[in-house]
C-alpha cells in the first residue's frame, strides 16, 4: 500500500515536471510578432496623412500603405500556421520599409507643400500686379468686351485661388492660379499686341493731325480731330484747339472700317458734306462726312483683289458725326457719337466742307502702355 | 489505471484550453466595417474628413490588436470586440453628424447664393445709375465685365449646387463672387458718393 502512494506521487510529480518542462519550451520557443515595429509604421502612415501626403507625394505615401497591407497580410498568413513554426521576419521586414516610406513622404510633403504655398503666394503677387497693370493702362483703352470679360473671368478665380490658399488648399489654389493665368496673360498679351499692332498706324496719324491743325491754321476756319483711344472729339479754330467733347464710336472701334456692317469707325482725313437736323437724322443732329473718301476706295480694291475680304463685300457708308451720345460705350455702327448739348455747339459752328480727321491717338504707345 | 486515464484527459483539456481560448471576432469586423462604409455613403470624408480618417484609423489599431492575439498563445478578443463595438457606434454618429453637416452646408450655400444674386443686381443697379463721364466710361466697360464674370461663376456654382455634388465648392464660389461684388460696390458707392459732392 505504501510502495503503491510513492509510486503514485513519484508519477505525478514526473508527469508534472514533464509537462511544465514542455510548457516552458513551448513558450519560449513561440516567436514574437514585430508589434512595436508594425506600431511604428502604422502610426508613421497616420502621420504622412494628417501632413497631407496623400496629396503632395502621392506615391510614396502609396507605397507605405503597399507595405503595411504587406506585412499585415503577412502577418495573419503567419498565424495560420503551427504556433512554433511561425516565422514573422517578412512581417517586420515590410513593417520597416512601410515606417520608412512614410517618413520619406511625410518629409517630402513638408517640402513639396512650403515649396507649393510659396509658388501660390508668388503667383497670386504676380497676377494681381498684372491684373493692375491691365488695369492702369487698358481701362482707358476701350479695348473690345470679350477680352475685359475674360480678364474679369481671370479676377474672379484668382480671388478662387486666394481663398484655397487661406485654407491651406495648395493644389487646389494652384489649379486655380493656373486657370487665372491663363485668362489674365492672354488677356494682357493679346490686348498688348493688339494695341501695339493698332499703333503702326502713328505716324500716319500724326501726319494727318498736323496737316488738319495747320489747314485750320491757314485758313483761319474750323477743323475737327477725332481720337479713338481718349474717346474725344477736338474742335480746332485757327490752329487752336477751342472745345473737347466726349465721343463714342463703333462696337468695332479699334482699326479702320474695312467693310460695310464691320461696325469700325473709319480713320483719314475727310470733310463734312450735309449737315442734317430736324427730324432727317434720328441722331439729334448729324454732320455726314465724305467717307469712304479716294484713300478708303483704293484701300477697299487692294483688299478685295488680295482676297484679305470676301470679293462681295461692300464698302459701307453713311458715316456722321451724330449725337445721343453719352451713353458710355462703343455702340454706334461705325459713326461718332457726341451728346446732344455739344453736338449743338459742334453743328453751331462748322460747315459744309469743314476738315474732319478720324485717328487712333495723339498720345504715343510708350504713354499709353505707362497709364498716362 | 483509470485514474491515469483521467490525468491525461485533464491535461490535454487544460492545454487545448489554454490555447484555443476565445474566437476571432469576425461579426464585429464586419459591422464596424459596414458602419464606416455606410459612413462614406454620407459623405463623411468630404463634410467630415477628420473624423472619418479617425475611423479607419481606429479600425487599423483594432485589426493590429486581433492579429497580435492570434499571435499568442493564450488568446483573448475581448478588448478587440468592446472596440469594435465602440467604433460601430463612433462610425454611427459620424454618419449622423455627417448628413447633419452636409445639411448645413447646403443651407449656407443656398442662402449665399440667394444673398449673392442679390448683391449682383444691387451691383447692375449702381452702374446703371452710375455717372457717365469720359474718364468713367472705360471703368465701367471693364465693370460690367466682372458683373458678366461673375454672373458666370454665380451660375457655375447654382449649377453645382443643383448637382448636389460638393456643397464646399459652392460655398467657395460664392465666397469669391462675394468678394468681387462687394469691391466693385465700394468702388461704384465712392464714385457716387464723390459726384453727390
Known amino acids: 500500500m505504501k510502495r503503491s502512494v510513492v509510486k503514485k506521487v513519484f508519477l505525478l510529480v514526473f508527469v508534472f515536471v514533464i509537462l511544465a518542462g514542455l510548457a516552458w519550451l513551448f513558450v519560449n520557443l513561440v516567436p514574437d510578432p514585430p508589434v512595436k515595429e508594425l506600431e511604428e509604421a502604422r502610426i508613421a502612415i497616420a502621420d504622412a496623412r494628417s501632413k497631407n501626403s496623400v496629396i503632395y507625394s502621392a506615391k510614396l505615401f502609396k507605397e507605405a500603405r503597399s507595405f503595411y497591407d504587406s506585412a499585415m497580410i503577412s502577418w495573419k498568413t503567419e498565424n495560420r500556421r503551427f504556433i ?18 512614410a517618413a520619406e513622404a511625410t518629409k517630402r510633403t513638408i517640402a513639396k507643400e512650403k515649396d507649393m504655398k510659396e509658388s501660390l503666394k508668388r503667383d497670386i503677387d504676380r497676377l494681381n500686379s498684372e491684373l493692375k497693370a491691365f488695369e492702369k493702362i487698358f481701362t482707358s483703352v476701350p479695348l473690345p468686351m470679350e477680352m475685359k470679360k475674360k480678364n474679369a473671368r481671370g479676377k474672379l478665380l484668382l480671388k478662387e485661388a486666394e481663398i484655397a490658399y487661406d485654407k491651406g488648399q495648395y493644389v487646389s489654389g494652384n489649379v486655380k492660379v493656373s486657370e487665372a493665368n491663363d485668362y489674365i496673360t492672354d488677356s494682357y498679351e493679346v490686348a498688348r499686341e493688339k494695341l501695339t499692332n493698332y499703333y503702326r498706324n502713328f505716324s500716319r496719324w500724326q501726319e494727318w493731325t498736323r496737316a488738319t491743325i495747320n489747314e485750320s491754321k491757314a485758313n483761319n476756319s474750323y477743323a475737327i480731330v477725332v481720337e479713338k483711344i481718349p474717346g474725344v472729339c477736338h474742335l480746332y479754330y485757327n490752329g487752336v484747339k477751342k472745345y473737347t467733347f466726349e465721343a463714342e464710336f463703333g462696337k468695332n472701334w479699334m482699326g479702320d472700317k474695312v467693310s460695310k456692317g464691320d461696325g469700325a469707325t473709319p480713320e483719314g482725313r475727310y470733310r463734312v458734306t450735309k449737315k442734317l437736323q430736324n427730324g432727317s437724322t434720328k441722331y439729334h443732329k448729324a454732320l455726314m462726312i465724305n467717307y469712304p473718301n479716294e484713300q478708303d476706295l483704293e484701300e477697299f480694291r487692294q483688299r478685295v483683289s488680295s482676297g484679305s475680304i470676301p470679293s462681295n463685300s461692300k464698302i459701307g457708308g453713311l458715316i456722321e458725326i451724330h449725337g445721343d451720345g453719352g451713353k458710355g460705350g462703343n455702340w454706334t455702327e461705325g459713326c461718332v457719337a457726341l451728346r446732344n448739348p455739344d453736338m449743338d455747339t459742334l453743328f453751331r459752328l462748322v460747315s459744309n466742307g469743314t476738315p474732319v480727321t478720324i485717328i487712333g491717338s495723339t498720345i504715343t504707345l510708350t504713354q499709353v502702355m505707362a497709364g498716362e | 489505471m483509470k485514474n491515469r486515464f483521467f490525468l491525461v484527459i485533464a491535461t490535454v483539456a487544460a492545454v487545448a484550453l489554454m490555447t484555443s481560448c476565445g474566437k476571432v471576432p469576425q461579426a464585429g469586423i464586419d459591422a464596424a466595417n459596414a458602419a464606416i462604409d455606410s459612413a462614406k455613403v454620407v459623405e463623411a470624408d468630404i463634410y467630415l474628413p477628420g473624423d472619418f480618417t479617425a475611423l479607419n484609423d481606429s479600425m487599423t489599431v483594432i485589426m493590429q490588436d486581433i492579429e497580435a492575439q492570434k499571435s499568442k498563445l493564450f488568446k483573448s478578443y475581448k478588448t478587440a470586440s468592446a472596440k469594435l463595438e465602440a467604433l460601430k457606434a463612433q462610425a454611427g454618429t ?21 444673398s449673392v444674386k442679390a448683391l449682383l443686381d444691387e451691383v ?23 458683373v458678366d464674370a461673375a454672373e458666370a461663376t454665380i451660375t457655375e456654382a447654382q449649377t453645382l449646387f443643383d448637382a448636389g455634388t460638393n456643397y464646399m465648392q459652392v460655398a467657395d464660389k460664392i465666397t469669391a463672387t462675394t468678394k468681387q461684388l462687394n469691391d466693385l460696390k465700394a468702388e461704384l458707392e465712392e464714385v457716387m458718393a464723390k459726384v453727390k459732392r
Open chain 2, 124 to 146: 447692375k443697379g449702381l452702374i446703371a445709375k452710375a455717372p457717365r463721364g469720359k474718364d468713367a466710361k472705360a471703368v465701367l466697360e471693364q465693370m460690367k465685365g466682372e
Open chain 2, 94 to 114: 459620424v454618419a449622423t453628424s455627417a448628413v447633419a453637416k452636409k445639411a448645413e452646408v447646403k443651407a449656407e450655400a443656398e442662402a449665399g447664393l440667394v
Open chain 1, 84 to 101: 512554433l513554426f511561425r516565422d514573422y521576419e517578412r512581417v517586420r521586414k515590410f513593417s520597416l520599409l512601410a515606417s520608412k516610406k
